[in-house]
């Protein structure tokens, strides 16, 4: 999503106010996490206010003022969200808490931890691209590049109903259906093109999906995860959709309050474990991906990037790549964002959510092994920390060498551990495999 152009200077006063880091500064910025209950709930009335008199404002002048937010109990049973770590399993986990999905073992909802972990989980990449006037960093440790949310849906054994079209009219038809049936339905859309966000900020073919929740007025409602729901026009939603020209008008919804069977789950976590492991350690082929690109994914990538880090003299080195000045602050200022999102990566790297999903999904039958690999990923979780908090965007020019050997240390380190790591979990993975 778009970033506000003065996020570093936020971060540095939020830093002055709380005590906190730069990186948690920026994350909680980031992820809108207030400095106190009550900042929260003003925050939340203001950005609401604000953003949908922009959304509705836009191209529409003619238009009487938009309707206020209608009261808490008129609005359709939704969750609310709550600790987003990351973004696309914690949507699902509330688009199924609304339709009644629960886990078969514990009867509560099915978690985001369960789902990311099911989508795939953990993974690493890191890309370096030099263009005319920056180069950017981009740093991704969620699992990639297989289809994270196609992997959800299948391996969450719950019911989705899934429909594309090129016809705009259709997509409204599928829709309608769905929230007539008092379901949340998800859409993908082209971010430039929601009515809240810089478009300028954002690559055109960057896409997000959202839920949209149900209708107001003459407008819908949509969760896109601000903690929020933001309105927009059926014809705004339509133009979003339209855009992304692949899997046009994609949507999804549950229609079914069937939820999976334990043993089924068991399984799909056995195969996204499987599918993570091997990612990482580079036994099997990346879909998609020339074979030259592959170096620069799992544990592989994580040395090239070390490596990287390190070389003071070729033009693949960091020290080189990132001697401009603007170029060194824009490529850092990008890598802590990568650190901190909700999207492509987290807090830990997402490593101690992963060692959530492997708890919760040592209670299902037969997986109670996948327990004892929590602690790993723990600590892999606080040694990805202590590297985000290297990565200091307001670096001087003359000091970026030493901080990139700083950097290339930590990652050394962490690319050891989560060899030791992702083998061990196969080994217990392939085991449980033979047994079921």
């Not at 590049?145 to 038809?173: C, D, F, H, M």
């Not at 000091?399 to 083998?423: G, L, V």
């Amino acid at each position: 999503m778009g970033q506000p152009a003065n996020l570093k200077k936020q971060a540095r006063e939020r830093m002055a106010r709380t005590g906190e880091s730069y990186t948690t500064a920026r994350k909680n910025i980031l992820t809108g996490k207030p400095e106190s209950p009550k900042a929260a709930r003003a925050a939340a009335a203001r950005d609401y206010a604000k953003e949908a008199r922009e959304a509705k404002a836009r191209g529409k002048a003619a238009k009487p003022a938009p309707a206020p937010l209608p009261a808490a109990e008129e609005l359709p049973e939704y969750p609310a969200p709550e600790d987003v770590i990351q973004y696309d399993a914690a949507l699902w986990h509330r688009v199924f808490v609304q339709a009644g999905i629960t886990n078969p073992v514990t009867k509560a909802p099915l978690s985001q931890a369960l789902l990311a972990g099911l989508a795939g989980g953990i993974g690493f990449m890191i890309f370096t691209f030099e263009y005319e006037e920056t180069t950017t960093a981009t740093l991704v440790t969620r699992a990639h590049p297989e289809p994270y949310t196609q992997n959800l849906l299948e391996r969450s054994g719950a019911t989705i109903n899934e429909r594309t079209t090129g016809s705009a009219a259709k997509a409204v038809e599928y829709m309608d259906a769905a929230l007539d049936a008092g379901r949340a339905v998800v859409v993908r859309v082209a971010i430039n093109a929601l009515p809240w966000i810089d478009g300028k900020e954002v690559d055109e073919a960057e896409t997000i999906d959202l839920v949209v929740v149900g209708e107001h007025e003459d407008d819908l409602l949509v969760d896109d995860g601000s903690g929020v729901l933001n309105v927009i026009s059926p014809e705004d939603l339509a133009f979003a959709r339209a855009k992304r020209k692949k899997e046009k008008h994609w949507q999804a919804w549950v229609p079914s309050t069937r939820s999976p069977k334990a043993e089924l789950l068991a399984a799909n976590a056995l195969v996204a474990i499987e599918e993570t492991t091997s990612r990482l350690l580079s036994t099997r082929e990346l879909s998609g991906i020339p074979d030259h690109f592959a170096k620069n994914f799992g544990i592989t990538g994580m040395r090239t990037f070390a490596a990287r880090l390190r070389d003071t003299t070729t033009k693949t080195g960091w020290t080189r790549m990132f001697a401009d000045p603007q170029r060194l602050a824009g490529g850092m200022n990008q890598l802590a964002s990568f650190l901190t999102d909700t999207r492509f990566g987290g807090e830990g790297a997402l490593r101690g959510f992963y060692a959530d999903f492997l708890d919760e999904a040592a209670g299902l039958p037969g997986l109670s092994a996948l327990g004892e690999h929590s602690a790993d990923y723990l600590q892999l979780a606080r040694d990805w920390d202590e590297f985000a908090e290297l990565v200091d965007p307001d670096v001087a020019v003359e000091e970026r060498s030493n901080m990139f050997a700083r950097m290339a240390d930590a990652i050394e380190k962490i690319a050891d551990a989560e060899e030791r790591a992702a083998t061990a979990l196969a080994a217990t993975a392939k085991s449980l495999t033979s047994k079921a």
